[in-house]
């Protein structure tokens, strides 16, 4: 079965802290997503990666960065936490080709006070 | 970019009873149509998807619909049952990496 983790199911930060959120994949695949998923709004794509240094960005990339030094694992980094980036994040892998499956973690439950 | 509209955004059944979920898309190029159930505490998965080249697929009690010249999809649950409780999301890419999500449908089998 294909796994996707995420490090954290919840997290609490503060205003102004940089947050790291982790994410491993075990089936090799070349892609790998971060999504923010908030109520009405489905799931929005903040950044993508289609291999190893290689990014783009998504729909709402403002306020995140990422990193993705080897190829199972993606990095979503909140450089300075603020309250509007309270909510639920989703990573995601597949394979290359397109119209492939997404598989996704359990997601990680961010609050930010 | 794409824009893709889910309706209803709440749906409630009675145990045994058909659900249908409807969406519509934007970008004529779109040629992909996955649907992705998240349950309570998970994350979403994928339980069926359809291509441009198809009108109709079936998987035991899912099926999907396309109709493209209307630009619109939809998944029908016959025979529901309480495990089908959860978010449904529709999406639709052009079959490159990025999928673009409906906003997503509870919905709730009653017993």
């Known amino acids: 079965d294909v796994k996707v983790t995420q490090s954290s199911r919840y997290l609490v930060k503060r205003t102004g802290e940089k947050v790291f959120l982790e994410c491993v994949q075990d089936?090799?695949?070349?892609?790998m997503f971060w999504y923010r998923q908030d109520p009405g709004l489905g799931l929005r794509l903040i950044y993508f990666?289609?291999?190893?240094?290689?990014?783009e960005k998504g729909d709402i990339p403002e306020g995140y960065s990422v990193s993705r030094e080897k190829k199972e694992r993606f990095s979503l980094i909140l450089e300075s936490a603020s309250t509007n980036q309270t909510s639920m994040y989703l990573c995601?892998?597949?394979?290359?080709?397109?119209?492939?499956?997404?598989?996704f973690g359990q997601g990680t439950r961010l609050t930010v006070v | 970019g794409e824009n893709v509209e889910q309706h209803p955004s709440t749906l409630s059944v009675q145990e045994g009873d058909s659900a249908v979920i409807k969406c519509t898309y934007s970008?004529?190029?779109?040629?992909?149509f996955p649907w992705y159930k998240q349950e309570l505490g998970k994350g979403p998965q994928l339980i069926i998807d359809?291509?441009?080249?198809?009108g109709e697929k079936k998987d035991q009690r899912i099926a999907v619909t396309l109709n493209k010249t209307a630009k619109h999809f939809s998944l029908h649950i016959t025979e529901t049952q309480p495990e089908d409780s959860a978010v449904y999301f529709c999406?639709?890419?052009?079959?490159?990496?990025?999928?673009?999500f409906g906003a997503g449908t509870t919905v709730t089998v009653r017993a």
């Open positions: 995601a892998s597949s394979y290359k080709q397109g119209g492939a499956e997404a598989f």
């Open positions: 089936m090799d695949h070349e892609n």
């Open positions: 990666s289609y291999d190893v240094k290689m990014k």
């Open positions: 970008d004529s190029a779109s040629n992909y």
């Open positions: 359809i291509r441009s080249n198809v």
């Open positions: 999406a639709a890419s052009k079959g490159d990496y990025k999928l673009s």
